[in-house]
């Protein structure tokens, strides 16, 4: 069975973005031994274009071959005019709203999210990525199989949560801590079952 994996940026106090969404203050940090560990240990969840400015685009994938967003997540690749942000991967858009999708690649799930992602997760293949955001991680909450969190070293005392969702205990057991030379810890958590 394929495992759906919510690989995330997040301040140290948990937040995974600005309250907007935006995740620009931890672009600083996408630099070093830890672009160096993107582009060449994670290239799966590079966006297509990030992937071409690597030069890693030719690169096949090895972790994940599906990924799943919201629609948060996706209006920003609209915004820059960007149809299929991540054409090196099979693309879901989680929308209520949007009923036709802009580009071929990518599919639009308007409805049961949760019941989608199982199925995706009894196929063969790779795994799914799970990109943001936080109400798309909230009704996928039970079906994530792996945490992998990217902390940047700052606290922003306020913003989008990794998670909304009702309070409810989840546990996860520590797989890997990585530390890189500007302060981020890359940490993989796995689910208990």
């Known amino acids: 069975m394929r495992k759906l994996s919510y690989f995330i940026a997040a301040s140290i106090d948990g937040f995974i973005g600005a309250p907007d969404g935006s995740g620009e203050c931890f672009m600083q940090y996408v630099a070093g031994d830890f672009l160096e560990y993107l582009r060449t240990e994670a290239p799966d969840t590079l966006p ?4 071409q400015a690597l030069g890693v685009d030719d690169v096949p994938n090895t972790e994940y071959d599906t990924i799943i967003q919201g629609r948060g997540s996706y209006d920003l690749a609209l ?8 054409a090196h991967l099979r693309e879901y858009v989680a929308s209520r709203s949007m009923t ?4 071929p690649h990518v599919e639009i799930v308007s409805g049961d999210v949760a019941a989608k992602v199982r199925e995706l997760k009894q196929e063969e ?9 936080a109400d798309l991680a909230g009704q996928l909450r039970e079906e994530v199989d792996e945490l992998v969190i990217k902390t940047y070293p700052v606290a922003l005392g306020t913003g989008m949560p990794m998670f909304a969702a009702d309070f409810r205990v989840d546990a996860f057991t520590l797989d890997s801590v990585r530390a890189f030379d500007n302060g981020v810890l890359v940490r993989k958590y796995l689910r208990k079952r």
């Open 125 to 133: 293949g790779l795994g799914i990525y799970l990109c943001g955001g």
């Open 100 to 103: 036709e999708s802009p580009d």
């Open 79 to 86: 915004e820059a005019r960007i149809t299929s942000p991540y």
């Open 48 to 51: 297509t274009a990030g992937r």
